[in-house]
């Protein structure tokens, strides 16, 4: 291909998977890199300012501080199991080769996701049932945002994950099992977080 008909192509206008060169990513594949880019960077400046503040706890030490963290109740544990058991499903339909698999597979890990987000919800309204208030302290304002934020792409990818039904397109399916292995990952990390303070 020269170099004036790569500068003329419209990598924005849908062609085949077969129109593409071997070594040339999907436009969705590349699409999912830059999301994925752009969540690390945000995902990581809250963990940076959640990090900062709870140093600022220690270095306070516990007498005059408002950093009261929060305990971590089995249905945080339970939800992580969950959304372990969807992120497996989805690997499941990313490794398919028969497109009927693919979609069984992908249903039932969007409907793990779902059974997460609830999951989540219910966890909130424990929280909120013990006291656990968004405005009471910093740690629980952290824990509401983060873990809101993650949610918010859980609801994302569970559009995602319809509109890939929907069309029936593998490629699809698998990028949404690879999205929701980053999200599986930002979780792990989240999780790991939160309950150690």
Request: net charge positive; charged share 10%; glycine share 10%.
């Amino acid at each position: 291909m020269s170099l004036f008909t790569r500068l003329a192509e419209k990598s924005w206008e849908p062609k085949s998977d077969r129109d593409l060169p071997p070594d040339r990513p999907s436009a969705g594949a590349v699409g999912l890199s830059a999301y994925v880019a752009v969540a690390c960077v945000m995902f990581s400046l809250l963990v940076a300012a959640y990090v900062m503040r709870m140093g600022l706890h220690s270095a306070m030490g516990h007498m005059g501080s408002d950093w009261v963290p929060m305990p971590d109740p089995p249905l945080l544990w339970i939800n992580s199991a969950v959304l372990v058991g969807s992120s497996i499903a989805w690997e499941v339909a990313r490794r398919a080769r028969a497109q009927g698999r693919a979609v069984r597979a992908s249903i039932a890990g969007a409907a793990l996701g779902l059974c997460f987000l609830i999951g989540q919800w219910m966890l909130w309204r424990h929280y909120q049932a013990a006291g656990y208030y968004l405005a009471a302290n910093p740690a629980n304002a952290f824990f509401y945002l983060l873990t809101a934020l993650h949610g918010v792409h859980i609801m994302g990818g569970l559009g995602a994950a319809g509109w890939a039904l929907i069309g029936g397109n593998i490629r699809h399916i698998r990028l949404c099992a690879l999205y929701w292995h980053f999200l599986l990952v930002i979780w792990i990390l989240l999780a790991g977080l939160l309950v150690s303070t």
